[in-house]
């Protein structure tokens, strides 16, 4: 399987999109991922032809992505024009660049926490992919809506709202690391959604057993307990395309409580239908980690930004390429991924 890059990865470092593909590059990726609209400088058809040029010149596929979809989301950005205004703008800069996909997402779990229900929430992502179906179709790309922000939506809900939308059009960008975070195995996510899997963001977990359920950390690739196998075996069997295995190592945040034992707590709230045999197969999980007894991934945390130390922002920016690099020896030399020599 293709193995790359989602420009997540590598937030921290400053760079255009001509550095992160010279970056793939010397790696040996076989993808490079812009999965938000700020990864290109711009849309004029000149910059998208020179980068997609760039792309080609190092043998590197390019896929791109954007934010919400959503305009009741808390992080929809309507500066930026309708829903279905910013999905278009993706779509045609997508076909320039020679992207089989546009990337996309509805929110974040605290949208299961406001005035509106989940369902309302799902109606206008349905909404806005129909809308702009026909420039999709007429391209031949495929909108993969993410399982974004620590669980916007159960497997269940995803596959529904692709389903309703149009699986000719709409398809899922699969994160195996946002599923864990509302209990649920990223292995059931992937038996759920892969027949609609378009892309990846690839990643493992720690999880292990807390007084109030469980507790996880997002972590470097093969130091947690996701069974990124089994993930990539119900890929390999049922997804009806090739998908590309684009890598999103996020380190650098604390440990994170997934409260589901307590029957009081917002967890229940946001989550009232959870499958019960979706949630059995997270709890093994969890018991899995503490008969592994992991533990928090000793690193630095925090993130850069414009009040950052400058020499704290150097150690940042390090760690998280060190944690990228080893992340994707990991994928190539015990995974198997990757097309390109290095």
């Not at 495929?142 to 939506?153: N, P, Q, Y």
């Not at 059009?169 to 959604?193: C, K, Q």
Request: charge should be negative.
């Amino acid at each position: 399987m293709r193995l790359g890059i989602d420009t997540f990865s590598v937030r921290f470092q400053g760079w255009d999109a001509f550095q992160t593909l010279d970056y793939a590059g010397r790696l040996g990726l076989d993808v490079v991922q812009f999965s938000t609209r700020e990864n290109l400088a711009s849309h004029d058809p000149g910059y998208l032809d020179e980068v997609k040029a760039h792309a080609v010149r190092l043998g590197v596929q390019v896929e791109i992505g954007m934010g919400s979809i959503d305009k009741h989301a808390q992080s929809f950005r309507p500066e930026l024009g309708s829903g279905e205004q910013q999905l278009a703008d993706m779509c045609r800069a997508a076909a320039r660049l020679g992207s089989p996909l546009v990337r996309c997402f509805l929110g974040a779990q605290v949208d299961r926490q406001g005035t509106l229900s989940i369902q309302e929430h799902v109606d206008e992502c349905v909404r806005t992919i129909q809308a702009v179906a026909p420039l999709a179709r007429e391209h031949g790309l495929k909108i993969a809506v993410e399982d974004h922000g620590f669980g916007d939506l159960l497997a269940g809900e995803l596959k529904e709202l692709v389903e309703r939308a149009g699986p000719d059009v709409a398809a899922v960008t699969l994160d195996t690391g946002n599923p864990v975070f509302a209990a649920e195995d990223p292995v059931y996510t992937a038996e759920v959604l892969a027949p609609y899997v378009a892309t990846t963001h690839f990643r493992d977990t720690a999880i292990w057993e807390h007084p109030s359920g469980a507790e996880g950390q997002w972590t470097v690739l093969g130091q947690g307990n996701a069974d990124l196998h089994g993930v990539l075996a119900v890929l390999a069997e049922r997804c009806p395309q090739d998908v590309a295995v684009c890598l999103e190592t996020i380190t650098g945040i604390a440990p994170r409580v997934v409260p589901y034992l307590e029957a009081d707590s917002d967890f229940w709230r946001m989550y009232p239908e959870m499958p019960a045999r979706s949630l059995a197969r997270f709890v093994g999980m969890a018991r899995h980690g503490t008969e592994r007894d992991l533990r928090p991934l000793e690193q630095l945390t925090g993130a850069v930004g414009p009040t950052t130390p400058p020499e704290q922002a150097k150690r940042l920016r390090a760690q998280q390429l060190a944690h990228f690099e080893a992340s994707v020896r990991y994928g190539k030399e015990t995974l198997g991924l990757g097309e390109r020599p290095d």
